[in-house]
């Protein structure tokens, strides 16, 4: 029991320091100002000018309650991250595709905290594509959606077109 009891103690101290960071550092911008917070990266391999972007990033997570979905955030991150070490916006093309249990977070639905961040991001040029499958299995209709979010048959048919059209799926 003793034993149990100093490895439960040795496992909560080896995770305190993980838990414990330092987002002074993080700000907004340039492109969004109200999300998509990254950090510039001193002494870092600069990017070669010619860096061009073509990115699906993969998001069936859903948003906790109140809050916004962090599968679309990550992508905004990229994209003010990019813009501010120098990578033009014109050369950063990102797609978001959603599938599962994130489905109800490209809807118009009260309360959809993410909807705002969505609006500005497909203003921007920013794909939002919804799996068919995923919206029927929770009963999303397309007039449901946020304007100017796709529906496509699936999310494996998207990713399928979207590595057809050179883009590459952000493992994060």
Known sequence: MKRIALMAVAGLLMTAPAS????SAFATGPVFEDFGPHAPVEGGEPLPSFSRFAIAFDVATPAETGARNRGFESAARFINMHVAAGVPEDRI???VVVHGKATLDLTTREGNASRPMIEAMLAKGVRFILCGQSAAANGVKKADLIEGVE???SAMTAHALLQQDGYTVNPF
């Open 151 to 153: 529906l496509h048959l």
């Open 20 to 23: 414990a960071q330092d987002m």
């Open 93 to 95: 093309q990102l797609a």
